[in-house]
């Protein structure tokens, strides 16, 4: 909703949620006053049935691009849709899997005002159990437990709720490193909980999964989770619940002033620039000779190494 709020303000915008298109609403295009036609979409696994429908709707290939808040999904987008990524780690992804698409980076909006640092942290340890890891879960959340206030969430809540969570604990444990283990194809594609729960004083012991590795920081702004054993991560909790201490303000205010409303619309005002610019030259020029990925047979690589590997236990 920060995408379309932010483009609502620099073009003519309507906003369609996917389960409930129709075929009109596919195909009114939406104009903004360069009079270029544009599609933005969004989300995960239906992306690509949404962008071949607007195309067949259309009966001719549109300007469509996708704003990719997450990787995998097992989806194709095709060559000439630019692709926004969320992290760096979504950008990486895509880069790999369209080397020749546009690719651009748009961080979320971090947005929580009016937060009281003075608040008694009543809360030991906070923990919502959503994209959990089992050992987390099962383990060092029943360990900590026995000796702590530990609250866990495991059901959806509003996200004033969630934020007066945060303020009142000590301590905010997140991993979801398993998360894009579970037969499903999709990872982490930022991870706003832990950075969330930084910007609110919590002490945030995190994994590195995804786009995780964009903003948390180990040992600077988060500590990591599940390093070594299960005494050494409870040996650290404990401590800082026992020694915790507000924190720094210049790290949260670093947090804030990067994921601020203002740095997110002007990068996407850049963004939509260069993409608006692409999309007047690819159509008034004469592109065709594409760019093509050079085909290697890595099959035959891997049967050369593996015999080489052989010869040389063999002798």
């Excluded at 939406?30 to 239906?46: A, F, Q, R």
């Excluded at 002490?203 to 180990?218: A, E, K, Q, R, Y």
């Amino acid at each position: 909703m920060d995408f379309y709020k932010s483009t609502s303000n620099l073009y003519e915008s309507e906003i369609v949620f996917y389960n409930e298109v129709t075929e009109d609403a596919l195909a009114k295009n939406l104009i903004n006053d360069t009079g270029v036609n544009v599609y933005v979409v969004t989300w995960g696994p239906d992306v690509e049935k949404i962008i071949n429908k607007i195309n067949v709707i259309n009966q001719t290939p549109q300007n469509i691009i996708y704003f990719a808040q997450s990787s995998g999904w097992d989806i194709t987008i095709p060559n000439n849709v630019p692709i926004i990524c969320v992290s760096r780690s979504v950008m990486n992804y895509w880069l790999h899997q369209k080397p020749f698409n546009h690719v651009y980076l748009l961080p979320p909006i971090l947005n929580i005002n009016n937060l009281d640092q003075s608040k008694e942290r009543l809360i030991d340890v906070l923990f919502v159990s959503r994209k959990s890891t089992h050992y987390v879960k099962e383990k060092l959340i029943p360990k900590l437990s026995k000796n702590f206030n530990v609250k866990v969430i495991d059901e959806f809540i509003d996200k004033e709720e969630l934020i007066k969570d945060y303020c009142s604990s000590k301590v905010y444990i997140y991993s979801s490193r398993e998360h894009n283990q579970t037969g499903k194809s999709w990872g982490e594609g930022f991870g706003l909980q832990p950075l969330e729960a930084a910007m609110c004083g919590a002490t945030v012991f995190s994994n590195l999964n995804g786009g995780l590795v964009d903003h948390m920081d180990p040992g600077f702004n988060m500590f990591q989770i599940e390093v070594h054993s299960l005494q050494y991560d409870y040996a650290r909790v404990a401590h800082e619940i026992n020694f915790w201490s507000n924190k720094n303000n210049e790290v949260i205010e670093g947090i804030r002033s990067k994921y601020s409303e203002e740095s997110f619309n002007k990068r996407i005002s850049t963004i939509l620039i260069n993409i608006l610019n692409y999309f007047e030259i690819i159509r008034d020029k004469d592109c065709y000779d594409f760019i093509e990925v050079r085909k290697t047979n890595n099959n035959l690589k891997a049967f050369k190494k593996f015999i080489k590997r052989v010869i040389r236990y063999e002798v």
